[in-house]
């Protein structure tokens, strides 16, 4: 085998390797895709859902707002839209950046970066809801007993210190439930990417 042999096989197998290592690359960023996205898309399938029922509450409060009596019912009420309504925001904007997370269309830095800012979204997420579930009790439940019940809980004090025992027993189970789903699949997520990183 002569020298111009040898250079012509040896540029044979370099571009053979690179065609390898290419595809290879290839396989291992659609085998991520593939792990991250179902973990996305429950995620994404939960905010979506909890999105349109919040939307859904909106609507029927609105319309349902004329039964709201007197100048607090009328102030839960509002509180109850306000919250309902940063809801849906956050829940679109959660949305918005699960749906970035494409190791397929967009560079690993560029995901690496799109997820961080998922994470920090969903840190603010975590520490809004639990703010704010002290307050919900003290709004949601005048409004929903006159308007679904024509009952006025303000007058009955004690049947309102009951139904708040009771949401303050119930809300930090489902505030805790949440948290780990969330918690969970962000983690499935995150290591799909790692896992991309060490191959």
Do not use: C
């Amino acid at each position: 085998m002569d020298l111009d042999q040898m250079k012509n096989t040896w540029k044979e197998m370099s571009e053979e390797r690179m065609k390898h290592s290419l595809l290879s690359e290839e396989q291992i960023r659609r085998m991520t895709h593939e792990k991250s996205s179902s973990s996305l898309y429950t995620l994404i399938l939960s905010e979506s859902i909890g999105a349109m029922m919040a939307l859904a509450m909106i609507i029927y409060l609105t319309l349902n707002f004329y039964k709201l009596e007197g100048w607090l019912e009328q102030a839960a009420g509002y509180g109850t839209l306000t919250i309902l309504i940063i809801s849906v925001f956050m829940g679109g904007k959660l949305i918005r950046e699960m749906y970035s997370i494409n190791i397929q269309r967009n560079t690993y830095s560029t995901t690496l970066q799109n997820f961080q800012r998922l994470k920090k979204s969903l840190r603010f997420y975590k520490r809004f809801s639990i703010s704010i579930s002290f307050l919900v009790p003290f709004l949601i439940l005048p409004v929903v007993a006159r308007i679904w019940f024509n009952k006025s809980l303000l007058e009955d004090w004690a049947d309102y210190r009951e139904n708040l025992l009771v949401a303050f027993i119930v809300l930090p189970v489902i505030l805790y439930l949440i948290m780990r789903f969330y918690k969970k699949n962000v983690t499935e997520v995150g290591k799909a990417l790692k896992e991309m990183n060490e191959e």
